[in-house]
């Protein structure tokens, strides 16, 4: 259903986009930003045990993963004499690589995180991080032009390629996982995650002044989570996929941003982000090494990011 929905709306958007640059009388805006800042991430997820008791029977988190990010953003902007509305397209990407971070992993015989029989902490400061996003609609100018407002539907991908590694046994028995105090150098695991799907959301601009530019936005995103992970020192579980989540989710991305009109070309924007995405209930599928397969319930993943970011953008109108 929400893969027709989502058809639909695009469809309608590619038609109204095309209308309204068909007669479009002039284009005020055609920029181009290139960015570059800093970015923090929390990621966690937790898992069931088949039978569903302990309701947490294994839980990951990364915390304060640092992160180094560069990105761009393009709009486009063409008017009409005739209609109230101007045509607003954006487009945004970025990369990230992580560069510090700590993982904990920790692991359950009793209800509600009770009777931890196992946790490690390792280095989580590898990877990347990338996201994507695409929107249109329509922007409508009030008080003289100095606000303008744009309803946007769009379409986003979110990837996140965690590692674990450089291990400690924090808690152990001995027997069933190694004992307190023991190092795993040879932890080298993965978990890569992919958020993408539909949004809905609202770009504001507010001149306070002839040079100066208050802009802000605000998109709630209803997606489909889907992530692999390779747990390189379980011997029992399949690699290079020894199991996958997969899940409905929802996100909210926010974004204030201050504008400097350094010429008619030429700005320079300070930005701050801020995004929260949690998914439903899922699945967790495990791949063992003899080839057996195994399927329990995923319970959350959740997802945090702020990022402050500098840019400097061109326009050709």
């Not at 027709?4 to 695009?10: A, E, G, S």
């Not at 800093?38 to 045990?49: T, V």
């Not at 931890?116 to 929107?135: H, K, M, Q």
Request: hydrophobic share 40%; glycine share 8%; aromatic share 14%.
């Amino acid at each position: 259903m929400k893969s027709r929905i989502f058809v639909t709306l695009c469809a309608l958007a590619v038609v109204l986009f095309s209308v309204g640059l068909s007669w479009a009388d002039s284009f005020t805006e055609l920029s181009f930003s290139l960015e570059s800042g800093i970015r923090e991430d929390s990621l966690d997820w937790n898992i069931a045990d088949s039978d569903g008791s302990p309701n947490v029977l294994s839980e990951l988190e990364w915390d304060d993963l640092e992160i180094y990010q560069v990105g761009f953003t393009s709009k486009l902007i063409a008017e009409n004499g005739k209609v109230p509305f101007a045509t607003y397209i954006r487009l945004k990407a970025d990369y990230g690589w992580i560069t510090d971070g700590e993982v904990r992993d920790s692991d359950y015989l009793g209800d509600n995180r009770t009777e931890e029989f196992s946790r490690s902490i390792s280095d989580g400061g590898d990877g990347e991080v990338w996201d994507a996003s695409i929107g249109g609609g329509f922007q409508f100018s009030f008080f003289n032009d100095r606000l303008k407002v744009a309803p946007l539907i769009g379409y986003s991908q979110h990837q996140q390629d965690l590692s674990m590694e450089d291990g400690l046994q924090v808690i152990g028995d001995g027997v069933v996982v190694p004992v307190a105090g023991t190092a795993m150098p040879d932890l080298n695991s993965s978990y890569d995650t992919e958020w993408h799907g539909p949004w809905i959301g609202v770009d504001v601009v507010f001149a306070l002044g002839a040079r100066l530019l208050l802009e802000g936005s605000f998109e709630y995103h209803d997606v489909n989570y889907d992530a692999e992970a390779n747990w390189n020192l379980r011997e029992d579980f399949a690699h290079p996929k020894s199991f996958d989540h997969e899940a409905d989710a929802e996100g909210i991305v926010t974004e204030c941003a201050l504008t400097f009109l350094l010429s008619n070309h030429w700005k320079l924007t300070g930005k701050a982000s801020y995004s929260n995405w949690e998914t439903d209930d899922g699945d967790d599928t495990t791949y063992f090494s003899d080839g057996s397969v195994a399927v329990t319930k995923l319970n959350e993943v959740n997802w945090e990011s702020y990022s402050l970011m500098l840019g400097l953008s061109y326009d050709f109108f």
